[in-house]
């Protein structure tokens, strides 16, 4: 899901400036040190076996974006069933993501991605970054949700970013709640609104594109000037805008924010008949994240092996409660609370891939000199 982000809102030169200075920095590994060091091994580093069958390279490394959980559990269980210890590397956003591999791509920073989002994959694809593999474990499900075209990248998951609402908040202060993006504008709902920058946050970059679906390319700037107007803040990141910002889940002033339409099964009473928020569905975009063979990898069957594993269905299970997203398998189960709280909107506001891939950067540069000037 959305992810820890830096904290500086800034334009899209402002973004690839930080990220080129990060990219010049030597990337840190995963801070779990409970997996046992890997053996030594023949001195192999493209990931086939010894003689004895078993992987020359121990290890494969994962880079993935600051939300990527798996549990110490599945981490033994990976290793149990393939051979290879896992390393975790987390690189920021799944924006800064891209941006990062982009520039690293002639020196990968590990074996797979994880995290990559349908709103940036077309960047990725485009500059050579991933290698062709496509898993035989994927899903009918998965299989619908693969960028058009493409053969290097698997779905993994799938949610819809939408505006959540305190709904206590609300019957607090005798306040409506707001149903669509129009209403954000009204007077009656000044600055009580946070969302998160598109040039530096995958939520923020799928709501830009909701308000691009709805409002179209003539007129999404217009509707965010109106949003400006009334008083709304930009975070860098989707946690600050949702653990800080938000009165449904920090200590903030603002009962609107960005988030997901599963968010709400997540604030569900102790009782379990209620949730003290909601999603306004009207405001929905869909979001897939993909996992992927880095091209240039050390480790490239490691890699595969690691694609294969997060579609099983024990990875599978894990990803609503870990990363309140949907999972891609057709076989895996999801929380009871989902069916309650966290339903998966019926008309999820949609933009072509390809227009995307052809605009992504001019709508983000037009976005940045408007709101943030």
């Known amino acids: 899901m959305g992810t820890t982000r830096t904290r500086n809102i800034a334009a899209v030169a402002s973004t690839f400036a930080l990220v080129m200075a990060l990219a010049a920095c030597a990337p840190g590994s995963d801070s779990d040190k409970n997996a046992a060091e890997s053996p ?8 086939t076996a010894d003689s004895q069958g078993e992987p020359a390279n ?31 590397v ?9 941006n990062k591999l982009v520039l690293t791509k002639d020196a990968p920073l ?52 939408c505006l959540n609402l305190d709904t206590a908040w609300f019957t607090e202060h005798k306040l409506a709640e707001p149903q669509t ?5 009204k007077p009656e709902y000044k600055d009580l609104t946070v969302v998160t920058n598109p040039a530096t946050s ?70 379990g008949k209620s949730t003290t928020t909601s999603a306004m569905l009207d405001t ?28 099983g269905v024990d990875f599978q299970n894990s990803i609503a409660d870990a990363m309140y997203m949907y999972p891609v398998s057709d076989e895996a189960t999801l929380p009871s ?8 909107p019926t008309k999820p506001i949609a933009v072509a891939p390809a227009d995307i891939a052809d605009n992504r950067d001019a709508w983000l540069k037009d976005w940045s000199a408007k709101i943030i000037g």
């Not at 030594?40 to 990931?47: C, F, P, R, V, Y």
């Not at 975070?235 to 805008?241: I, L, P, S």
């Open 90 to 98: 987390t690189n920021g956003d799944g924006g800064a993501l891209v």
């Open 40 to 47: 030594t091994t023949s001195a192999s580093s493209d990931g």
């Open 284 to 311: 929905c975009f869909r979001q897939t994240e993909y996992a992927g063979v880095l091209a240039g990898a050390k480790n490239p069957e490691g890699a595969k092996a690691l694609i294969d594993f997060l579609l």
């Open 202 to 271: 995958s939520p923020g970059l799928s709501m830009l594109l909701g308000t691009i679906g709805a409002f179209g390319a003539d007129g999404y700037l217009n509707y965010w000037q109106e949003l400006k107007d009334n008083g709304v803040k930009i975070d860098d990141g989707w946690e600050d805008a949702y653990y800080v910002d938000f009165t449904g889940a920090g200590e903030g002033d603002r009962p609107i924010a960005l988030s997901y339409a599963s968010s709400p099964a997540f604030t569900v009473s102790d009782d």
């Open 110 to 161: 590990g074996d797979a991605v994880f995290g990559v989002d349908n709103t940036f994959a077309s960047r990725g694809i485009a500059e050579g970054v991933f290698a062709p593999y496509t898993s035989d474990k994927q899903s009918t499900t998965g299989t619908s949700l693969a960028v058009p075209g493409d053969t290097s990248l698997n779905a993994i998951d799938y949610g819809d970013v």
């Open 337 to 344: 609370d989902w069916a309650n709280f966290a339903p998966l």
């Open 181 to 185: 993006f129009e209403d954000l504008t």
């Open 58 to 88: 121990k290890t494969v490394r994962l880079v993935a974006h600051d939300s990527f959980v798996i549990s110490d559990e599945l981490k033994a269980q990976f290793t149990k069933d393939t051979g290879y210890e896992l390393e975790i």
